[in-house]
């Protein structure tokens, strides 16, 4: 299977920090989701850099969400569709970059990439 959905390093988070009035600070923070891994096609590298990284948090969506891409470009639709499905589920919802610069929202990446495999086709973020 191809790609289903790559997502890069750079997330952002949107929480309060005080009580005071006013918009909410955006704040910026960086993860390693074996973006470059995935990108040069070295798969089972991702993988493992992935699960390992579910070790420290294993509902985090852009984790889930690059490893369940992992899994389906190693044909592994099973697998994709459980960690696409608890990235969905997950707690924990925030904009991600994708590969092609956009920014959306997690939950609904993860559906994407579900409904992807669910019909048998991709989603390619990357290039487009």
């Avoid at 009035?21 to 989701?33: A, K, S």
């Avoid at 074996?34 to 991702?46: C, V, Y």
Wanted: hydrophobic share 40%; net charge negative.
């Amino acid at each position: 299977m191809s790609v289903t959905a790559i997502l890069s390093t750079l997330l952002v988070v949107t929480q309060p920090i005080t009580s005071t009035p006013g918009p909410e600070p955006v704040i910026y923070e960086q993860r390693d989701v074996a973006f470059e891994a995935l990108s040069a096609g070295r798969t089972d590298e991702a993988v493992a850099s992935l699960e390992s990284s579910l070790q420290r948090d294993a509902r985090d969506p852009a984790t889930l969400i690059n490893l369940g891409t992992a899994y389906a470009r190693l044909g592994d639709v099973e697998r994709a569709g459980e960690v696409f499905r608890t990235a969905a589920a997950s707690p924990t919802r925030y904009q991600v970059e994708m590969a092609d610069g956009t920014w959306q929202d997690s939950r609904t990446v993860a559906r994407r990439g579900l409904a992807s495999l669910e019909q048998g086709h991709t989603l390619a973020a990357l290039g487009n």
